[in-house]
């Protein structure tokens, strides 16, 4: 089992920044693939950004330049730094682990960008 913990989720304006970060705990080996994915409301679940546990990173096109993705692998924990947030950016962000065993999803956690 692998607990996943987001924060950092709420309201911001347009333009606005916000960070998020997703505490994992439990069964946690290496290599693993930490990231965000976010669901809209009537829209499929999709991949925002991964961060592999060795460094490589993945980004969604409609996010480069604007999102970071970062980790602490010292801490289990992942980071979403989101800038220049546009109404579009607005959903459910879910937190992801991906392993050879004990895959998980966090709770997910609302960002709304709205003026």
């Known amino acids: 089992q692998v607990r996943l913990v987001e924060s950092g989720g709420g309201l911001v304006q347009p333009g606005g920044s916000l960070r998020l970060s997703c505490a994992a705990s439990?069964?946690?080996?290496?290599?693993?693939?930490m990231g965000w994915y976010r669901q809209a409301p009537g829209k499929q679940r999709e991949l925002v950004a991964t961060m592999a546990s060795g460094g490589s990173t993945n980004y969604a096109d409609s996010v480069k330049g604007r999102f970071t993705i970062s980790r602490d692998n010292a801490k289990n924990t992942v980071y979403l730094e989101m800038n220049s947030l546009r109404p579009q950016d607005t959903a459910v962000y879910y937190c992801?682990?991906?392993?050879?065993?004990?895959?998980?999803w966090g709770q997910g956690t609302q960002v709304t960008v709205s003026s």
């Open positions: 439990g069964s946690i080996y290496s290599p693993n693939t």
């Open positions: 992801r682990i991906e392993q050879r065993w004990y895959s998980s």
